[in-house]
């Protein structure tokens, strides 16, 4: 027979004195949900810290973000790029990839992009595009679509810069600079 020591606090079980004591620390005098309690209580069981669980915290009381915060902190990864209430969980999600897999998230990660947006910096950073020359939430999903053309065919996209420009004004300006190039 083995006896084994478990802290209960608010129904929930923890191996730790001090796990148990930090959560019940951070939720007194607070009014959780329970799936945000649950959430709480995962992320002290992994011995995380007030400051990170205030990063978790911070997202809710989508749980959805709250889990994608604390699965970034536990792999390492500087959350405080994505740990913003004003992200959806989408373009959350899109900041994670990138941090995962070492892109410059700086360039993309704010609210004001849209998730297409997103996805067309992450495609230049990917590919090694010059990111910076289209990387301004003031063009278009549709705009960026074209600057990426311009910049993987090697154009000097320069004279494309300019949200004013309609797409297909950006295309035949394109089709021109691509005769010029040959």
Do not use: C, W
Request: proline residues 1%; glycine residues 4%.
């Amino acid at each position: 027979m083995e006896i084994q020591l478990v802290y209960i606090v608010e129904g929930y079980k923890f191996k730790e004195y001090k796990n148990a004591a930090n959560f019940e620390e951070f939720i007194k005098n607070k009014n959780f949900k329970e799936y945000e309690l649950r959430i709480i209580a995962d992320a002290f069981k992994e011995n995380l810290n007030s400051e990170d669980v205030e990063k978790i915290v911070k997202v809710g009381p989508d749980s959805a973000k709250m889990k994608l915060v604390l699965k970034g902190i536990l792999e390492n990864l500087d959350v405080d790029f994505y740990a913003n209430k004003e992200l959806a969980i989408e373009q959350m999600e899109l900041i994670h990839y990138g941090l995962v897999n070492n892109l410059k998230v700086e360039y993309y990660a704010n609210p004001i992009y849209t998730i297409k947006q997103m996805k067309a910096i992450i495609y230049g950073l990917i590919n090694n595009l010059k990111v910076e020359s289209y990387n301004d939430h003031k063009y278009t999903f549709e705009q960026m679509k074209e600057l990426i053309d311009g910049l993987e065919k090697g154009l000097n996209i320069k004279i494309l810069q300019n949200e004013k420009l309609t797409v297909d004004e950006m295309k035949q300006i394109k089709s021109r600079l691509m005769k010029l190039k040959k």
